[in-house]
């Protein structure tokens, strides 16, 4: 007689699991948490691969999210500041290229990806060993090159891009590096005499400049918090290059659209522009021709 299929089931140790028991999917754990202080500042702990989207998760039973957003500052750093700021730029690019090498050769050789969690655990490790002058020098600043390497693959299997390419110092690739956020060694502040300082890993307090019109207060709000620094340098220049994670109310997406409160422009060469108010109607204005003779 046929009777009612059951599931096979799995012997192990002591216990009988069911197989579909086995297949289920475990619900995924947040593996970053949000803590509120008295004064209404957020604070985070723990890491993940898509620290964004994880924060946005851990925020929205507080109604709110994550808002990023860059400034740039001018550093004024003293001869030997500058010089430690080129070796790790050089050493960012020593990084990147190598990497993008292995990688090439690993594919070629091997039909193998080589990947940044890979290269960082293995292969960095053996090039430190070659190279003792990398081990000087912000070690974010290099995984950060070899993190750089892997968005450019990609972005080109995305079709965003080309193939990635060797860079030099001749490159705005080559000619920078990037530093992370941890455990506070990177900060804004004013020091004892009113200048600003942009404390830097294995660099230093480096004077930098506020942009006009802006205090510290208005340039970094109490609720935001940098996470990255990208420093550049064009010929005997240097800049900073912040982002800043800023804490804001959710953002709720548009449900209604009224196509009566929308407008378009299209301008024009023989005519200045036309625009609508979306009922149908179009306006002209007339080419002022302010540059006529």
């Not at 404390?199 to 109490?222: C, F, M, N, S």
């Amino acid at each position: 007689m046929a009777g009612k299929s059951k599931a096979p089931k799995i012997k192990t140790k002591g216990k009988t699991k069911s197989k579909t028991k086995a297949w289920e999917k475990k619900e995924r754990v947040n593996p970053i948490t949000v803590q509120v202080s008295d004064d209404g500042v957020y604070s985070f702990k723990g890491r993940s691969m898509t620290p964004v989207k994880d924060k946005n998760a851990a925020l929205l039973p507080y109604g709110k999210q994550i808002s990023d957003h860059g400034v740039v500052l001018a550093l004024l750093p003293t001869p030997a500041e500058a010089e430690m700021i080129n070796r790790t730029i050089g050493c960012a690019r020593v990084v990147r290229n190598n990497y993008l090498d292995a990688r090439i050769a690993a594919f070629k050789e091997r039909r193998e990806n080589l990947t940044s969690a890979n290269y960082k655990a293995d292969n960095l490790k053996a090039l430190k060993k070659e190279r003792p002058y990398l081990k000087e020098v912000d070690k974010f600043a290099l995984e950060s090159a070899v993190e750089c390497v892997d968005s450019a693959y990609k972005n080109f299997f995305e079709g965003w891009t080309g193939f990635p390419k060797f860079t030099n110092e001749f490159k705005p690739s080559g000619s920078c590096y990037t530093t992370k956020q941890t455990n506070g060694n990177i900060s804004l502040f004013i020091d004892e005499r009113g200048s600003l300082r942009l404390q830097l890993p294995k660099i230093g307090k480096v004077r930098a400049v506020l942009p006009k019109d802006k205090d510290i207060k208005k340039l970094l709000p109490k609720v935001s918090r940098i996470t990255k620094v990208t420093v550049k340098r064009s010929g005997n220049s240097y800049t900073a290059s912040l982002l800043l994670e800023e804490v804001v109310d959710l953002v709720s997406p548009i449900s209604v659209c009224l196509p009566y409160k929308l407008g378009s422009m299209d301008m024009g060469i023989r005519v200045f522009c036309d625009y609508g108010t979306g009922n149908g109607e179009y306006n002209q204005v007339e080419n002022p021709k302010w540059n006529k003779k």
